[in-house]
Structure formats: structure tokens, C-alpha cells
């Protein structure tokens, strides 16, 4: 095995860990809520119809905290969709962490079909890097330069890192 072939294995298990462990812990958290949510007891509610005659102070104080607890309903609501939204995507990334494993160890084992994933994934991020770089620039004009050019490393020793023997299979 080459080490160029080796360095371009361990940058697979490297973005597998970028990439698994922050969306493990997110998709973990996310499960407990959920858990936690259908757990709790349904909530009670509270109002003025046990008062048989409510004076204006205690109709405000009613109306006050109705509009509050809507305020608050509502900023609840977002904030659920939007971990709801960060949890799907970290399931989406911890997939692809996964992938990302399951790739470098097939790049070490010399599989054709880890070499093959990798060339298009690789081949994906250089698009993605090449198109940052038209569309960004200051620090994410480096970024993308530098996910293009590791990107395109990766493609050059996929492309001449592996033997024809293996590809053939001979």
C-alpha cells in the first residue's frame, strides 16, 4: 500500500470523526428530549372558571398571562422545529460519517468498491470547493481553495495509487 493511498484512508477516518461524533451527540440529545416529552405528563390548565366572581384585577392578571403564554407557546414552537431541523441533519451527517468509515477502511484493504465512493466523493467535493471558490471570499475563499485542492489530491491518488492488479483483480 502506498502512503499516499494511506494518507487519503486516514483523511476519510478523519472526517468520519468530524463529521459522526458532534451528530452521535446531537441525535443522542435529540432521542432523550423526545423520550423526555413522552414521558412528562400531559400539562394542566389553569383559569378563572372555578372563580364564581372574578374581579377586573384577576380578569387582567387572566389576560396577561394568556398573551405571555402565547408569546411563549410560540418561541417554544420554534424552538422546536429548529432542533427538530438540527436533528435531521445530524442524522444526515452521521450517515455520512459512517459512509465515511466504511470507506477508509475499504481504501486500507485495497477494496475496488472503497476506491470507486471515494473517487465520487471526492470528485463531489471538488465541485463543492470549486463552486465556494467563485461564490465566497476572505476566509471561506481559503476554505474552498483548500477543500478543492485536497479534494483533487485525493482524486489524483485514487486515480494513481492503486495497482492494475487490483483493479483487474489479478
Known amino acids: ?26 441525535t443522542l440529545l435529540y432521542a432523550s428530549y423526545r423520550v423526555r416529552l413522552w414521558m412528562a405528563p400531559a400539562p394542566t390548565e389553569s383559569s378563572l372558571d372555578s372563580v364564581k366572581n372574578p374581579d377586573a384585577i384577576l380578569m387582567m392578571l387572566q389576560g396577561i398571562a394568556k398573551t405571555i403564554g402565547a408569546i411563549a407557546g410560540g418561541l417554544g414552537s420554534l424552538g422546536k422545529f429548529i432542533f427538530g431541523v438540527m436533528a435531521s441533519v445530524s442524522v444526515v451527517m452521521l450517515c455520512l460519517g459512517v459512509l465515511f468509515f466504511f470507506v477508509g477502511r475499504g481504501l486500507h484493504a485495497h477494496e475496488n468498491w472503497a476506491r470507486i465512493v471515494a473517487g465520487l466523493l471526492a470528485t463531489f467535493s471538488l465541485l463543492v470547493g470549486l463552486l465556494s471558490c467563485l461564490t465566497f471570499r476572505g476566509p471561506l475563499l481559503v476554505f474552498g481553495i483548500g477543500l478543492a485542492a485536497m479534494s483533487g489530491y485525493a482524486i489524483w491518488t485514487l486515480w494513481n495509487g492503486f495497482t492494475s492488479s487490483s483493479i483487474t483483480g489479478v
Do not use: D, E, K, R
Open 1 to 26: 500500500m502506498t502512503p499516499q493511498i494511506t494518507l487519503v484512508a486516514n483523511g476519510f477516518y478523519a472526517l468520519a470523526a468530524l463529521l459522526g461524533v458532534p451528530s452521535l451527540c446531537v
